[in-house]
């Protein structure tokens, strides 16, 4: 059930009456509603894998109670340690099973050892990564004293399985979400009209963006080896757009729903085109996932190796940007790419460090406009050049497209029809540029509040809507990462 389906705006709008108009007056019935309706919002993917997304709330969310009752620490580690195996066991098995059995059959084969182990027919749950890192949160930040388990099993398994977040985030942490279930919330016009923007804005982006860059760039990195490095370099643009379009319009859409139904959540990006570094670019992108694994897996690394000094700090960020990159996949593309964006960090931290010992007035503080320009284009260049790795199906195919975009070769003729579909993308992508910089010190693009006069909103409402009706592709992809 896609956002930008009609089937999921019949089921929200019937959820919506119900939520506001029918159990408005009692918290535990709207959670109730709440956690049915993301079980069937879940369900109508693949009702058999409910079962599994059930089992791991109901494992979790007793031994919740067990760590936070017992006084004795290694019953409390124990505990703990079973909702890791649990959690992590469920995602080595669905995601990376046959990642690992694949790698482990080539590794041998160099040896000429042939092994005798099969992969399996496995179906990837949808929305696993993101429910098990709330489920992993929830009991860290009880074994680390920083939350109370919460005894409200309806308030605690619709956390599990908010279904705006369920599929692709963003990933609410514990002390976030959960208070907001336990307490009585009151519509609030201005939250729910804010909402409606962020939804109509995640849709554009969506449809209008990343939809019709995925026309364009599926052709060509499925012929890449007959086209032009000039419809090469073209198409990794494109796909850098498209995947920022979408996940960021996913990720709209999931905010604007949560606040019409009363709930503030985890910001997922900010703007992140206009970072100027590597650093800045993860610290606007993704931004619920970036911080989980700082949180949990870089800052625990860099108090291990602290003893290490520099050494132990650049190991901690080269396994934790590993870890970002094998999440998205079981891949040794997203291996790589994860790495490589580690490397750049360190190299971004080590020159800002350089950079403050000098005593040049003119490099600290804010940068000149010039300046800042100049970086936030390396930035992206860079950016774009790593997701080619991104997008790619294996290692061998990724250097295979880098080769083929460094070749000499003429410029590739569209047809008019691939003209008019290029101009017209382009120009939605210059309009969502445009107002996001205009924008970007905003929650998100469409908070336009402060534009008082409701015949230039009105302008600005129909001018996307428009956009949206007449300029979507014949067919509506699925969300880049459902995949992940």
């Known amino acids: 059930m896609l956002f930008t389906s009609a089937t999921f705006v019949i089921f929200f709008a019937v959820f919506f009456l119900l939520y506001w108009y029918i159990f408005s007056a009692n918290v535990k019935l709207q959670n109730f509603l709440i956690l049915t309706s993301s079980y069937i919002f879940y369900a109508w993917w693949d009702w058999r894998f409910l079962f599994l997304l059930a089992g791991s709330s109901t494992l979790n969310y007793f031994l919740g109670i067990g760590i936070a009752k017992n006084k004795n620490e ?37 040896f000429n050892i042939q092994l005798n182990i099969y992969t399996l027919n496995i179906i990837l749950p949808l929305g696993i990564s993101f429910y098990t890192f709330r489920t992993l949160s929830y009991l860290l930040d009880i074994k680390s004293e920083k939350i109370k388990p919460t005894i409200d099993w309806v308030a605690f398994y619709s956390y599990v399985s908010f279904f705006p977040c369920l599929l692709s985030g963003p990933i609410d942490r514990p002390k976030t979400l959960i208070p907001q279930l336990e307490k009585k919330r009151v519509f609030d016009y201005s939250q729910a009209s804010d909402g409606m923007r962020q939804i109509l804005w995640g849709l554009f982006k969506k449809i209008v963006i990343a939809d019709n860059c995925a026309a364009l760039t599926n052709p060509v990195f499925a012929q890449y080896k007959i086209l032009p490095a000039s419809s090469l370099s073209f198409a990794v643009f494109l796909f850098t757009i498209q995947l920022y379009a979408d996940f960021s319009g996913y990720s709209d859409m999931a905010i604007g729903t949560a606040n019409l139904l009363g709930f503030r959540i985890t910001r997922n990006f900010n703007f992140p085109f206009f970072a100027q570094s590597i650093p800045d670019f993860w610290r606007r992108w993704h931004i619920s996932l970036t911080s989980w694994l700082t949180d949990y897996v870089f800052t625990p690394l860099s108090i291990y190796f602290r003893d290490y000094g520099k050494s132990g700090l650049i190991l901690a960020i080269l396994i934790n940007f590993t870890a970002i990159g094998i999440w998205h996949g079981a891949n040794w593309t997203f291996v790589l790419f994860g790495f490589l964006h580690g490397c750049f960090y360190i190299t971004s931290i080590l020159r800002s460090t350089a950079n403050k010992k000098k005593k040049n007035s003119s490099i600290m503080g804010r940068p000149f406009p010039l300046r800042a320009f100049v970086n936030m284009a390396g930035t992206f260049i860079l950016l774009m050049f790593t997701f080619i790795i991104f997008r790619a199906d294996s290692l061998a195919q990724a250097f295979d497209y880098y080769r083929k975009l460094f070749s000499p070769s003429i410029f590739y003729r569209f047809t008019i029809t691939e003209k008019v579909n290029t101009i017209a993308t382009l120009i939605a992508i210059i309009i969502m540029l445009s107002v996001e910089w205009i924008q970007r010190d905003k929650q998100h693009a469409l908070q336009i509040d402060a534009v008082k006069r409701f015949p230039v909103r009105a302008l600005i409402y129909f001018s996307l809507i428009f956009f949206i009706l007449f300029f979507s592709p014949p067919k509506i992809t699925d969300f880049i990462y459902f995949k992940f």
């Open 74 to 110: 290694k019953y409390r580690d124990f505990l703990l340690w079973i909702g890791l195996a649990q959690g992590l066991g469920s995602l080595l098995f669905f995601k990376y099973f046959n990642f690992f059995v694949i790698s482990l059959v080539s590794a041998f084969s160099v």
